[in-house]
């Protein structure tokens, strides 16, 4: 804004001391021209949501907003040191996660401030799920696991319409078709697969004895 930005006229004499009989001087002027770094507040961090499946719970994909007037300052945007080359508006829709950081100059000072902001992704899990228990035993053991979870995330977990839990297990699953959700625990959605669970039967086989041999 205009009153960020002060202007004095500067004036100067020069004189030639060396004369003892004449004094000769000049006068100058030059205008000084101060102003305030640019200010903006920006987050240390935004959450950017790959591949998502419409059951995420957060804003996606996040603005990273300077809310400076473009008219006033000039936006220099980059990523991991970077520049974007064709971002030059007052904010920034990130596409990939890493480092952004915005050069933000002041038109009538050339005044310019760094900032700087880390954006992070998540997406929804990719999910198997496997009985682990032994064969022949009335209760079943489902082990859910997530693949390529590098941040080691703490997901959360729910077998079919039950409450969730953090434990990747589930004891005493009945037999049959059960539903598996995920949930991405920074908001970035729900993961659902359908298992099945299946179990053979306990026969107990009695041999016949000799009297049933015969009769046969």
């Known amino acids: 804004a205009a009153s960020d ?7 100067t004499r020069v004189e030639n001391t060396k004369s003892a009989e004449l004094t000769c001087y000049d006068i100058g002027t030059f205008l000084l021209v101060t102003g305030e770094n640019p200010k903006t507040n920006l987050n240390d961090s935004y959450l950017l949501c790959l591949n998502t499946n419409g059951t995420e719970s957060v804003t996606t994909p996040p603005v990273i907003e300077t809310n400076l007037n473009p008219n006033e300052y000039t936006f220099d945007w980059y990523i991991n040191d970077i520049l974007l080359s064709e971002e030059n508006l007052g904010f920034i829709i990130p596409k990939f996660g890493g480092k952004y950081s915005v050069i933000i100059t002041r038109k009538t000072t050339n005044c310019s401030s760094l900032f700087e902001a880390e954006v992070i992704t ?13 064969p022949f ?4 053991t489902l082990e859910i696991s997530v693949k390529e979870n590098l941040e080691n995330k703490d997901y959360e977990y729910r077998l079919d319409n039950g409450d969730w839990q953090n434990d990747n297990r589930f004891n005493n699953v009945s037999l049959g078709a059960h539903i598996i959700t ?13 298992t099945m669970v299946m179990d053979y039967p306990c026969l107990l086989y009695t041999s016949p004895s ?4 015969q009769k046969s």
Do not use: F, H, M, W
Not at 137 to 140: A, F, G, P, Q
Not at 210 to 213: G, K, Q, V
């Open 182 to 194: 995920v949930l991405d625990p920074l908001g970035c959605g729900e993961t659902t697969i359908t």
């Open 137 to 140: 035993l009335e209760s079943n």
């Open 5 to 11: 930005v002060y202007k004095r006229q500067i004036y």
């Open 210 to 213: 000799p009297r049933d041999r």
């Open 122 to 134: 998540s997406s929804p899990a990719i999910v198997e799920a496997s009985v682990i228990s032994d």
